[in-house]
Antibody, heavy 116, light 108 residues
Framework: EVQLEQSGAEVKKPLESVNISCTGS????????IAWVRQTPEKGLEFIGI????????KYSPSFEGRVTISADKSVSTAFLQFSRLRASDTGIYYC?????????WGPGTLVTVSS | EIVMTQSPATLSVSPGDRATLSCGAS??????LVWYQQKPGQPPRLLIY???SRAAGIPARFSGSGSGTDFTLTIDSLQSEDFAVYFC???????????FGQGTKLEI
């Protein structure tokens, strides 16, 4: 079964950073793009960025570039999202999802709460 | 940036009815449109890609249509498990600036 598993919920203070992992199984991880998408009450679903684990090509949404780093380690079939200088408005569920254009497999989501 | 607008925000229907959900793009996106279903506490689930192709395992009562700026998701003979929130998403091949609509909640 094709699956994406994500790391657990995080509680952070403003200006802190958060690291989220996404581990794929049941398919060739290096051969498929992995996207990061977040869902917040204010803005709904937002595309953050995308990585191709095979060659580590990365693209970021202009809305997040500068605060986000996406990486991957194909040897452990895992992608990573690092989000820095967190604000209260970054509170939401962060998903990883497989696909370059649209997403056919999604992780369960990681709840990130930013609160002082 | 392309803006995706969904209507209505909420659609009240009954089991067995047909539901018609709309999604509009701020400029021509061809057939680069997908639909997702999301239930509470779950991630989105891919329903339709390429505006009209059903994803694997999606029942035939779900159908998508449209091109350019106007798209429709039709759900025939609504089942209880279909009551959820539906999102449309535009995609570019490159750069991958993928944008989502704000969602339509299908409720009884």
């Amino acid at each position: 079964e094709v699956q994406l598993e994500q790391s657990g919920a995080e509680v952070k203070k403003p200006l802190e950073s958060v690291n989220i992992s996404c581990t794929g199984s049941g398919y060739t991880f290096s051969g498929h793009w992995i996207a990061w998408v977040r869902q917040t009450p204010e803005k709904g679903l937002e595309f953050i960025g995308i990585i191709y684990p095979g060659d580590l090509a990365v693209k970021y949404s202009p809305s997040f570039e500068g605060r986000v780093t996406i990486s991957a380690d194909k040897s452990v079939s895992t992608a990573f999202l690092q989000f820095s200088r967190l604000r209260a408005s970054d509170t939401g569920i962060y998903y990883c999802a497989r696909g370059a254009d649209y997403y056919d497999v999604w992780g369960p989501g990681t709840l990130v709460t930013v609160s002082s | 940036e392309i803006v995706m607008t969904q209507s209505p925000a909420t659609l009240s229907v009954s089991p067995g009815d047909r539901a018609t959900l709309s999604c509009g793009a701020s400029r021509d996106i061809g057939h680069n449109l997908v639909w997702y279903q999301q239930k509470p506490g779950q991630p989105p689930r891919l329903l339709i890609y390429g505006a009209s192709s059903r994803a694997a395992g999606i029942p035939a009562r779900f159908s998508g249509s449209g091109s350019g700026t106007d798209f429709t998701l039709t759900i025939d003979s609504l089942q209880s498990e279909d009551f959820a929130v539906y999102f449309c998403q535009h995609y570019n091949n490159w750069p991958p600036w993928h944008t989502f609509g704000q969602g339509t909640k299908l409720e009884i």
